[in-house]
């Protein structure tokens, strides 16, 4: 095996140490290399064995490099000129550090039914932060992020949590602490619900659905839908599932069956089944569900969006631009480059957006490698062409290879049988993954910058993905798939330190990078570059490859291809030993959960099986596509489950409960191969070479038959193979007895439930293929005698005839199937149509002697038998041919009109009749015509073959001018005689006037085209020599008209008119004119010639110019005069600056001529062929330009003397500057003088430095006489990098520069900031240069001198405090020394030692200050602060003392205030002390004042917070801190002292607190005084102090909401109204939320309670829909028991009552019954009660139509013996409650009437008498209109009038 390069890496991978921070956990340096191999050529053949070579040692990295030998070489076989690609936009910033794209309209939604329903408030409208409005939602996101809120604060990630809300903003300790404020004020309640909702998710999670009685009460509450308005986000009621409307459907499987288990969303409403999500559901979440839709915001998803289209050249200056941006030029090490990388998808470093052109397919872009297929570039050599294109390493054919699981896949898919193409550039990225199908992965790079990967093994993926969940967990929440979508990275240093193993390849040109199966890698760009890659699938895939299509089922994802399908494919197909074991191994999993699902779906009752349509292409994969489960949308290959009621829906074997709510007898299963051929299959698979595998196979077929399968069938068990035996005896019978078609149908049907199963079914297989034979042969027969006799009755109609091989092949069969009678009536008709076929045989024979109608009759004959015979389509081919020549010959013979006979028909119908063998009258008259016809022809060739005259052709043609027959030579020659006579009549009218037309160029080409026809004539012409004539003479005048339009040349003239001459058209008015413009033109040609020669004036030369352009002819030499022109024009404009008068020229311009180019000027002057004055004036100005450079070279001269001079000292400087100056004067006057002139000179510049430099020169010499400052020498030193370089190494030059530089180090010296950073020997070294320098500085010196005395001095203080005696350190000493170091010290270990000090303290102080100050409302100072926080102390600990000693204390409990004049008063109930102005009086006396907590603590109103706002308790933990920190302080203060008084009574009161709370926690009993007054001393202590524990705060509240809730609790049991039970069920909720006990008194009365009023109201429900079976006593006795209850159940005694109410004088319910309703009272009677089967017009009851004449006292006593027996019949119209009240006051004079009952009577009725008695109806009252009734039921029956 080749060598393998690991570094010095061990063979595992590795952990590095890095922290567990996510977000500084920057670079990746410290993850080991992968491992990577040198094959040799010998190893390198083949990919797939090289590769399984290697796997053992790779497998555990998950990926490896392998470097190819150096021959391999492969040429790239795309055009990099002419290559464009799309490409993607990649937000490499976003790629980790981005929210999730949760949807802020629902968060709102769930954030606001949060607080309605458990804070009792509404949202605030909008929360402003840094002067914008907060995006809650992603505030929540952020913090969820890293954790939490407890998280984030302890790790103080507020910064991190700022940068996902405001990505541009900038952070301050200031907007962290607000933006945790808000944090804690709008979203801290929510997280903690947010929360315990999650963990009863996880928690339901773990627990099975049939858990018990417990979960199914829970389930059963589970099962509402809930229905919600969405437009406006309002909450509606929620309806349980038989209540629901029946339009809601499933989005994923769209089937709105299985109600009970449909999901709703809160938002959208739209549903989905538990078992439809991705991944499933186990059970109905608690709280509010929200789709993903609703969830994930399109404005906030994150993806790789569609970018522009780009050449190879246009992404490359991309890609330069991004790197030139991130590391400009310079060169970058891999380390930067990750560290970098990992910076910015951190998101720490700022935004980046790159192009990447990733995923191309390359049988669209094209491929790297070269393949057959493509267009081989003429620059590549054949052979290696052809060697690359068929390598087993080229991409293109790896997934093809022998050995390949997937050579047998049919379609090619892209990236997985057909290679992608990556252009990437800089940070381009591809984010962790594992490949589809968990496939092999191959990638090459073509050329470019390195690819760095990182892998993770396969077996740690489930490792892998739980630190992606930890990590990004608001992402995952969002998009559980989120790994499959390729859009997330996650630093590799974060994965090494929760213990998962990374290692990293640096993938170079020319490298391949291998991933393994399962293994997760991604990886970026280190610049521009191309790469390729593609999937392949070796045998050791398969196990890999099953638990991808186990992974996709799970996540209901599309598979890429069929799993089971490959296998079967594959075990068809011919197999080498390396991939049996594996493919063994595979199937065998497969058959058996197949075996089980089939068997399992059996026991459930499906019986119906058939098997699915069979391939075209059996041997491949993919080749047609099939069904998918709606549920897990996985392939149906092997298996599905179908029902008639979703004919286009199917299910795998898993979901079949999932399809629809029939029952398993109406579902059908479908199958590809039984159980028999997938063991076959095995069989084949595994071939038993030897004969110990032979006896496993043997071992294992029995033990498949032992294990007998069975399900119950009324009350036993039963076998399959019983139930077969059973079957195959029915079936026996059915073939004995005559054909039925139900029986054998029935049979078929009934063998479905067989079919499936293994081999022990083979002999059911055998007797069903036995049925359905015999079955086709009796319908065969029988379709075949129906078909008989339709035929018979009517042989019109449309049904095709038998044919007669079918029944032959029917009674071919040498045994009879079945009993089926028919076949002997088929055998009669077969012998009839035999004969008949005789018959036709014997006419149709070549000797026979037959006429035409005897063929006819024999037509007759076959078309009246119902049997189809072959013999007899030759007999009516045979006549119709005879019909069909017999018309065409009388058609030749009778037509008179030329050419109407074609002369092909004339052959056709010659040969016809020899192959008809019949004799016909109409041959001879044929023949005669034929004859003629030849005759014709013949003499047509012949004159077509000679060229003929005209006349000739004409008498040819007269003599055949009425001729029948269409001859073609005949016709030709007439065309050519046509266009002979067109041709002649176009030349007559071409050359009449031909000279006088104006339009000579079309006279040309008239001619041309006559000329040309005439050479196509095929008949003799005599006209063409006048024709050539006539073209030659109209191209000479074309040329002459040209001439006149356009200018020719002279000679070009000239030579047209000689032409003219000879062709004797010079006398033309054309040439006439042409000659005349020839004659001025030479007369002009002299004088320019006369101007040249001599030196003539320029106007001369444009008067010659002027003539020429007169004339139109070009003259010869007309050029050399405009050359002459045109150069003296452009000598005049080069020298028109130098003769412009000095004083127009502004001095110093630009725009200055140079004399160089003055001096060119002049020389040019000479060659002029023109004479002008200016030459004479350039001369005077060149003359005075060279005397004023012999002046400027001399100064420069004397001034060089003055750079070599020796150097000076104090005696002479002042001198020396005069003579600077005086020099300065001169050089400045000679620069004046030049640019007066107005030219540019090469001196100016010289003397401009030489001056600057004299300059420089005096300002340097000065700063010996006074103090500059260091910006002034500064500029000095840089004036002198810009000196001349002749200059700089003169001897003046270098003293004044040492000088400067030693000025500036000693000016350094003397600043403040400079101090700080010199030490003492720095400046005393300053201080011995200025005695070797040469220019003297004294005053600079003498200061130098002065600043070291002072810091020695400061020395001496330091060291005095920091001696032995600790008493001298105070503050303002330490503060003193600080002020003196930083002004007169220089930099030492003193000077850091003080400021360390200093800056301890001061720090010190201010932790305390953020600790302490926030608590106080005030701006006070820290002292201050302390001293009022251990007052208040003091004070909650004197109250604590109190409740224990009872002795009253004398300070106000309210406010902080120890004001000893205020006067102090006491409170009625608690006797605490307090001020008038702290308090109200009661409302009930004004004199009596109400403790405030005291009346807060006995309050039901649940506490929010402390009592007062402007203050915030402090943590007693950081008050701790702090005075731990203060031991490193070097003197003690008076803060320190108090802060340690504070910690010690802080803890005191906390011991007080919590010895009172855990009492209060503890209390179960009624009586709630005892816990009342020991809460309002906790609470009045806790308001008081300043400082406080948190946990105890927290149990505070806590016992302060249960007593709250109790006292609440209490009221609602002692008030005068019935609680309903949903009042209680909040209760117990809200007592569920404060975590009450169980045994709690209160908890305990309101849970039964509850038990009570719903055990009632489910009994109230119950009877209120029975119909009236229940009797009406025992529903008025359940109506008493309601009302009595101590719980109220308003709804359903509503129900009860109107249940009570009866109808019709059966005194029944309403039920469904047809009623007729009463004309006068409108009441409702049944059809049969009152014995009427229709409805009348008009109907009145007999209640109204009762005393039509009668008294009313009679009918009052008749109701008076009604009620007083025990029958209490009612009225016969009972009228409802409604409509009494209505017609109330119709009716007084009936109310009155029915006072008069007997009292007595009445009072004496039990219970439910009286509810009978007040739901009584009165005998009369007014009639309702009819229509007002009729819509009230759609049940009543209403005749139409």
């Not at 073939?735 to 054998?744: G, I, K, N, V, W």
């Not at 920091?1362 to 020394?1377: I, K, Y």
């Amino acid at each position: 095996m080749g060598k393998k390069r690991l570094g010095e890496e061990k063979k595992r991978v590795l952990m590095g140490g890095c922290t567990d921070d996510l977000s500084n956990s920057l670079g990746s340096g410290n993850v080991p290399a992968g491992p990577v191999f040198y094959p040799s050529e010998e190893e390198f053949k083949d990919p797939l064995d090289y590769i399984n070579m290697i796997r053992p040692e790779a497998e555990p990295y998950g990926i490896c490099k392998i470097v190819p030998p150096s021959s391999w070489k492969p040429p790239f076989a795309l055009d990099m000129d002419s290559f464009t690609f799309p490409t993607k936009t990649q937000a490499i910033h976003q790629l980790q550090a981005r929210c999730a794209s949760s949807d802020p309209k629902t968060f709102a939604l769930d954030y606001n039914r949060f607080l309605e329903k458990h804070c009792g408030k509404k949202a605030k409208k909008r929360v402003v932060f840094d002067g914008e409005a907060l995006d809650l939602c992603k505030l929540f996101n952020a913090v969820k992020r890293f954790g939490g809120y407890d998280a984030v604060a302890r790790a103080k990630k507020w910064g991190e949590v700022f940068r996902f809300v405001r990505a541009r903003g900038k952070i301050s300790e200031c907007s962290k602490h607000v933006l945790s404020q808000l944090y804690w004020e709008n979203l801290h309640d929510y997280e903690e619900y947010y929360n315990r909702l999650n963990r009863q998710k996880n928690k339901n999670c773990k627990r099975d659905l049939n858990c018990g009685n417990k979960c199914e009460t829970k389930d059963e509450n589970l099962s509402y839908k809930r229905r919600r308005r969405n437009k406006e986000g309002e909450r509606v009621e929620v309806h349980k599932v038989e209540e629901d409307e029946l339009g809601q459907i499933c989005e994923q499987c769209r089937s709105g069956l299985h109600g009970e288990v449909m999901l709703l969303c809160d938002r959208c409403n739209k549903g989905w089944h538990i078992y439809c999500l991705s991944p499933p559901l186990n059970r109905i979440p608690p709280g509010n569900w929200y789709c993903f839709e609703c969830l994930n915001s399109d404005m906030d998803s994150f993806g790789f969006v569609q970018g522009k289209q780009f050449s190879l050249e246009g992404f490359r200056r991309v890609a330069d631009r991004v790197k030139k941006k991130w590391f400009g030029s310079a060169h970058t090490s891999r380390m930067q480059l990750e560290q970098k990388f990992w910076e910015i998808v951190e998101g720490s470093v700022g935004e980046l957006e790159i192009m990447y052109g990733s995923d191309l397919d390359t049988s669209v872009y094209g491929s790297g490698f070269p393949r057959a297929i493509d267009k081989k570039p003429s620059s590549a050599d054949v052979n290696i062409w052809n060697e690359y294109s068929t390598s087993p390493w080229n991409l293109n054919n790896l997934p093809r290879l022998q050995g390949s699981m997937l050579r047998s896949v049919h379609h090619n898919i892209a990236g997985v049988m057909v290679p992608w193409l990556y252009v990437g550039m800089l940070f381009s990225s591809f984010c962790w993954h594992f490949e589809d199908h968990c496939f092999y992965s191959m990638n090459y790079l073509h050329w470019g910058e390195p690819k760095c990967w990182y892998s993770v093994p396969g077996n740690e993926a489930q490792s892998f993905e739980k630190v992606m969940r930890d990590s990004l967990p608001d992402l995952f929440e969002a998009q559980p798939d989120l790994l499959f979508q390729l859009v997330t990275m996650l630093n590799p240093s974060v994965l090494l330190a929760k213990g998962v193993p990374v290692c990293s390849i640096l993938q170079e040109p020319g490298n391949f990078v291998i991933t393994f199966p399962r293994s997760y890698h991604g990886g970026f760009n280190f610049g521009l570059n191309c790469a390729e890659a593609v999937n392949f699938a070796p045998a050791d895939w398969l196990p890999h490859g099953g638990f991808g299509a186990e992974l996709y089922r799970h996540y209901h994802k599309a598979a890429v291809l069929s799993h089971e399908e490959l296998l079967c494919v594959a075990a068809k197909n011919d197999i080498d030993a390396r991939l049996s074991a594996y493919l063994k191994a595979e199937l065998h999993r497969i058959y058996d959960r197949e075996k089980t699902w089939r068997e399992r779906l059996w026991r459930n009752g499906i019986t119906k099986s058939s098997p699915m349509v069979s391939r075209k292409r059996p041997e491949y994969v993919g080749a047609e596509e099939d069904s998918m489960c709606v549920i897990c949308q996985q392939f149906l290959y092997l298996s599905a489950v179908g029902c008639n009621c979703r004919p286009l829906t199917f299910v795998c074997l898993e979901h079949w409960e999932h399809l629809c709510e029939c029952t398993p007898k109406k579902l059908r299963l479908f199958y590809r191969h039984t159980l028999a051929e997938l063991n076959n299959l095995l069989h084949t698979v595994d071939k038993p070479d030897s004969k110990e595998a032979a006896s496993v196979l043997r071992r294992k077929s029995s033990a498949e038959k032992a294990v007998a399968l069975a399900k119950k069938v009324k009350g036993g068990l039963v076998t399959l193979v019983q139930l077969a035996e059973e079957w195959i005896l029915r079936a026996c019978k059915i073939l004995e007895h005559p054909y039925s078609r139900y029986a054998y149908a029935t049979a078929l049907e009934e063998a479905e439930q067989f079919l499936w199963a293994g081999s022990e079914m083979d002999f059911v297989r055998e007797m069903r293929n036995n049925l359905v034979q015999a079955q086709n042969w009796a319908e065969d027969v029988r379709e075949c005698i129906s078909m008989v006799k339709l035929w018979s009755k009517d042989n019109k109609c449309d049904i095709k005839k038998i044919q007669m091989d079918h029944i032959n092949k029917l009674l071919r069969s040498s045994n009879v199937l079945c009993n089926e009678p028919g076949h002997f009536q088929l055998q009669e008709h077969q012998q009839e149509a035999s004969k008949l076929t005789n018959e036709i045989n014997s006419a149709l024979s070549v000797h026979s002697e037959i006429s035409v109608s005897d063929l006819e009759i024999l037509s007759a004959k076959a078309i009246d038998l119902p049997i189809y015979i072959p013999e007899s389509e030759k007999l009516e081919y045979k006549l119709s041919a005879v019909k069909v020549w017999l018309d065409n010959a009388r058609n030749c013979i009778n037509q008179k009109s030329r050419s109407s006979v074609e002369i092909d028909m004339l052959y056709k119908l010659e040969a016809e009749i020899l192959d008809l063998q019949l004799q016909l009258p109409e041959t001879e008259p044929l023949t005669v015509l034929m004859r003629e016809a030849k005759c014709c022809q013949s003499r047509c060739s012949d004159m077509l073959k000679n060229q003929n005259t005209l006349e000739e052709v004409k008498q040819f043609l007269s003599e055949f001018e009425d001729f029948t027959v269409n001859i073609p030579e005949l016709n030709l020659l007439r065309r050519y005689y046509d266009d002979i006579t067109s041709w002649k009549c176009r030349v007559n009218i071409v050359l009449m006037n031909i000279q006088e037309r104006e339009d000579q160029e079309n006279v040309v080409d008239e001619l041309i085209i006559l000329q040309r026809d005439a050479s196509l004539l095929q008949i003799q012409v005599n006209d063409l020599p006048r024709l050539e004539l006539e073209h030659t003479k109209a191209c000479c005048r074309v040329k002459a008209i040209k001439a006149f339009h356009s200018k020719m040349s002279m000679d070009f003239i000239q030579l047209l008119m000689s032409e003219a001459t000879t062709l004797q058209m010079e006398k033309e008015k054309l040439f006439t004119e042409l000659s005349q413009r020839l004659a001025v033109a030479m007369s002009v040609e002299e004088k320019a010639k006369l101007c040249l020669g001599n030196k003539a004036e320029i106007s001369e030369f444009e008067d010659v110019l002027r003539a020429s352009d007169d004339i139109g002819i070009i003259l010869p030499s007309i050029h050399d005069v405009m050359d002459a022109i045109s150069v003296t024009n452009v000598w005049l404009m080069k020298s028109k600056p130098f003769l412009i008068h000095n004083s127009s020229t502004i001095p110093g311009s630009k725009a200055c001529p140079r004399v160089d180019v003055l001096k060119e000027l002049v020389l040019e002057s000479e060659h002029l062929k023109i004479h002008l004055e200016e030459c004479s004036l350039l001369n005077k100005v060149l003359k005075k330009c060279i005397d004023w450079e012999q002046d400027a070279s001399s100064l420069l001269q004397a001034v060089e003397k003055l750079w070599n001079i020796d150097i000076i000292g104090d005696g002479i400087t002042s001198c020396f500057i005069s003579e600077l100056e005086c020099q300065v004067f001169s050089i400045e006057s000679a620069m004046k003088a030049g640019l007066s002139l107005g030219l540019e000179f090469t001196m100016i510049p010289k003397l401009q430095d030489a001056c600057s430099m004299l300059k420089w020169f005096i300002k340097a010499l000065s700063f010996s006489f006074v103090i500059p400052t260091s910006e002034e020498v500064g500029m000095m030193l840089d004036a002198a990098v810009k000196l001349p370089l002749e200059y700089k190494s003169c001897t003046l030059v270098v003293a004044l520069i040492d000088g400067l530089n030693w000025l500036g180090k000693a000016l350094e010296c003397l600043h403040p900031r400079g101090r700080l950073l010199l030490e003492l020997g720095s400046v005393e070294e300053v201080l011995v240069i200025s005695e070797k320098i040469y220019i003297p500085f004294p005053i600079i010196v003498s200061r130098l001198r002065d600043a070291i005395q002072k810091h020695n001095l400061w020395l001496e203080q330091v060291d005095l405090f920091f001696g032995p005696n600790s008493e001298d350190r105070t503050w303002n000493v330490l503060l003193q020394l600080k002020e003196v170091g930083n002004a007169e010290a220089f930099r030492c270990s003193e000077l850091e030692k003080i400021l360390s000090e200093v800056n301890k303290v001061e720090q010190w102080k201010l932790k305390c200050e953020d600790v302490v100050k926030p608590s106080i409302a005030k701006e006070i100072p820290l002292l201050c602060a302390l001293i009022e926080i251990k007052d208040t102390l003091e004070k909650s600990f004197d109250i604590y003392n109190t409740s224990k000693t009872g002795v009253a204390s004398f300070y106000c409990t309210c406010c902080s205030s120890n004001v000893e004049q205020q006067e102090l008063l006491t409170y009625s109930v608690c006797k605490e002390g307090f001020h008038r102005h702290c308090s109200t009086p009661s409302l009930e006396d004004a004199m009596l004042f109400v403790c405030t907590f005291c009346n807060f603590v006995k309050s039901s109103i649940l506490p929010r917070g402390s009592l007062k706002a402007g203050r915030k308790h402090l943590e007693l933990d950081k008050l701790a801190i702090l005075l731990s920190d203060a031991n490193d302080l070097c003197m003690w203060n008076e803060e320190r002292r108090i802060l340690h008084q504070v910690v010690e009574k802080a803890h005191a009161c906390n011991d007080f607190l919590t010895e009172l709370v855990d009492f209060a926690l503890a209390y179960v009993a009624k009586d709630l005084t005892i816990v009342i007054g020991k809460l309002c001393t906790a609470l009045k202590a806790t308001e008081v102090a300043a400082a406080c524990d948190g946990p105890g705060i927290k149990k505070l509240e806590l016992a302060l909401a249960r007593n709250s809730w109790k006292i609440r609790a209490g009221k609602l049991l002692e008030s005068s109204e019935k609680p309903t039970v949903q009042q209680i069920q909040h209760y117990l909720k809200e007592g569920d939320a404060a975590n009450i006990p169980p045994e709690d008194y209160y908890r305990l009365t309101l849970a039964e309670l509850r038990n009570v009023g719903l055990q009632w109201a489910n009994i109230a429900k119950k009877v209120s829909m029975d119909g009236g079976l229940l009797e009406l006593n025992k529903v008025f006795e359940l109506i008493l028991e309601g009302e009595n209850l101590p719980v109220y159940c308003g709804k359903e005694l509503k129900l009860l009552r109107d249940r009570s109410m009866l109808y019709c004088i059966c005194r029944r319910p309403y039920d469904q019954r047809s009623m007729v309703a009463c004309d006068k009272c409108n009441e409702w009677y049944h059809f049969d009660c009152v014995e009427i089967s229709i409805a009348p017009k008009i109907y009145i009851c007999p209640a109204c139509d009762l005393h039509p004449n009668g008294d009313f006292c009679a009918s009052t006593s008749i109701t008076q013996e009604r009620y007083c027996y025990s029958k209490f019949e009612e009225p016969h119209t009972p009228l409802r409650r409604s409509e009494l009240r209505r017609n109330s006051q119709r009716h007084k004079y009936l109310k009155k009437a029915f006072v008069d009952v007997d009292s007595t009577a009445i009072r004496n009725f039990s219970g439910s008498d009286r509810l009978l008695w007040r739901n009584r109806k009165t005998l009369r009252r007014a009639a309702r209109k009819r229509t007002e009734l009729e819509t009230l039921s759609p049940f009543f029956y209403v005749q139409n009038s």
